[in-house]
């Protein structure tokens, strides 16, 4: 009985054994493709995987891994990072699987790994703890992607960043000198050209318009000499960084520009000045020549037209005097002569009488109008009877013939002696004066004083006329070829003065004529 049983449960035991044996040779079977399945995963990964054990000793890698680090799963199975790498890669693999290993959390960082050409290569690592039946960590799976080539385009990327700033700064600065340079330009040429200044009354202003203009205006002073004549900065010093340009008129040279820096600075193009500095330098010297070139023409202009008009005053002068002395002289006796042509003669038939107080009228009239002609050419006793009384006479004239109410005013005239020149040149003002108004203005009233007000002899005209605008008509009247405004301010100047004629439409107009007397 006992033996029975015995055998029936040895037969249990080994069927029992024989269904646990296939049931393992089924799971190896299992394990077997299971693994096969892993390895060809692996293996068909393009990214370099490998896995460590819980000791961070490499179990095993992929293809991808072999193929870029250059070592075979054999090669690093049962190594430590240390066994392996440089140390200062392994010091931070070694704290970075520590760390997953301990957190049990995904892990990912920027590192580099070491090629198989020895070359350190950017990647970012990834990896995740692998876990045992009881939940214990067994190890780590880690992965990586090269990113070097993002690295270098990143990198390039910030130089050309980097460079584009610097190149952008320098465009910035190259930008901001180019500004100074034509503020500068700029405000030379409107300080102006003032007709009638001297061009040494202009020199003070582009002087001083020169420090900013250049790199380092805090430490830059110049100076201009300018036929002999010279113009500085307030801190004008010479020194030895110094920058000129001779200013040329005519093939000879007038002056100099110059600009000195009080201190050295970094050497550029030209000792401490850029190129762009000595355009400027030789521009101002430009613009100064253009400028004496323009105010010694306009010097001639002056004195040839002063001369233009002393000349037709004399032979004004002297044709008047012919007029009044000869011709109306002349008339005079021819009419006495005429008076008593028959006087001895009754024999002469009436009809031939009578003809006479015809001929006599005629004459009479010629010689009134030959005196008129000879005093309105030069009004004769000018001199003896003074400015003021003859411009008097002269608005009353005026008034008679026009329908105008002429009022003149002098003050402090008399007691001067005002040379012929003057006075004959302050008349034919007035005489112009009055023609516009008589012609041009369609005035009612009209005021004129002539004050005597110490330097000056102040000449005033205003009318209540229409008024007109001078800008415009100035520029037309010079096509048109009308003098008289024109003559005005040439016989101002020519007496050392200034002409100022103010006029709005629909406001009358204003002359105001100052020159000088003291200085004669
Ligand atoms: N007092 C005034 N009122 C209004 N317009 C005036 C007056 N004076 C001058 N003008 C205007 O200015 C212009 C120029 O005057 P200007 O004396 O130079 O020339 P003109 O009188 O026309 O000719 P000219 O004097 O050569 O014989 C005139 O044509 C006129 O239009
Ligand atoms: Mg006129």
Known sequence: MCAKTTCKQQKSKVKKLEAEIERLQHVEVELKRSLQFTESLLSAVPIPVFFKDAEGRYLGCNKAFTEIIGVTPEEIKGKKVYELWPNEHAEMYHQKD???????????????????????????????VFLDEKGKVNGLV?????ISERKRAEEKLRESEAFLKELNETLEDRVKERVKELNCLYRISALGYKPHAS????????????PPAWQYPDVTCSRIILEGEEFRT?????TPWRQSCEIILNHEQIGLVEVFYLKEMPERDEGPFIAEERLLVEAIAEHVSRNVERHRSEESIKLLSGELIRIQESERHRISRDLHDKVAQDLASLKIAIETLFRDTPAIARSQTLRVPKILQIL?????????????????????????????????????????DIGFHSAGIEKLKIDSNTQINLYRIVQEGLNNICRHAEA????IKLVAAYPNIILRMEDDGKGF??????????????????SMRERAHLLGGRARITSKKGQGTKVVIKIPFAKK
Do not use: W
């Open 364 to 404: 009479e009239e010629s010689i009134r109008s030959v005196r008129k002609i000879s005093y309105d050419l030069h009004p004769a006793g000018l001199d003896e009877m003074g400015i003021a009384v003859a411009l008097e006479m002269l608005c009353n004239e005026y008034s008679e013939h026009h329908a105008i």
């Open 199 to 210: 061009p040494a009354e202009n020199i003070q202003g582009i002087v001083n318009l020169i």
């Open 234 to 238: 307030l801190n004008f010093k010479e």
């Open 444 to 447: 009612r009233n009209v005021r």
């Open 469 to 486: 605008e001078i800008e415009r008509r100035m520029r037309e009247t010079v096509l048109e070829k009308r003098m008289g405004l024109m």
């Open 142 to 146: 880690g992965s990586f992607v090269d």
């Open 98 to 128: 520590i760390e997953v290993m301990h957190d049990i959390e995904h892990q990912t960082y920027e590192f580099v790994v070491k090629d198989k050409n020895g070359t350190d290569r950017s990647v970012i690592f990834s990896k995740d």
